[in-house]
Nanobody, 122 residues
Framework: QLVESGGGSVQPGGSLALSCAHS????????IGWFRQAPGKRREAVSC????????IYVESVEGRFTISRDNAKNLVYLAMSTLNPEDTGIYYC?????????????????WGQGTQVTVSA
């Protein structure tokens, strides 16, 4: 089971750091992904990282502002978020991928956390 933490409320331009704990991340065979769901909208990909911890992918809306990383020794995955804006508001989920390569497709993730709320408002 995955457990996210680090969500909260922040003003526009602020930063937050999310963490995700999962025993599966001790393995080097799983890709990891961060997704988010805004109120009334579909869940969307934010970023992903392959099993080696390299070659991250970011969706255009967060490119240059978010950084994904993993520490298999600590069973943790991180999402550092900066220059946040109201459009970043939503529930953020981490997920373990079925494959070892990075994917932005929800169908290629089979283990999900419960999510953590991120709210960006003045």
């Amino acid at each position: 089971q995955l457990v996210e933490s680090g969500g909260g409320s922040v003003q526009p331009g602020g930063s937050l750091a999310l963490s995700c704990a999962h025993s599966a991340f001790t393995s080097d065979t799983y890709s990891i992904g961060w997704f988010r769901q805004a109120p009334g909208k579909r869940r969307e990909a934010v970023s992903c990282l392959d099993s080696s911890g390299h070659r991250p992918i970011y969706v255009e809306s967060v490119e240059g502002r978010f950084t994904i990383s993993r520490d298999n020794a600590k069973n943790l995955v991180y999402l550092a978020m900066s220059t946040l804006n109201p459009e970043d508001t939503g529930i953020y989920y981490c997920a373990a991928g079925v494959y070892n390569y990075c994917s932005v497709h929800i169908s290629e993730y089979d283990d999900w956390g419960q999510g953590t709320q991120v709210t960006v408002s003045a």
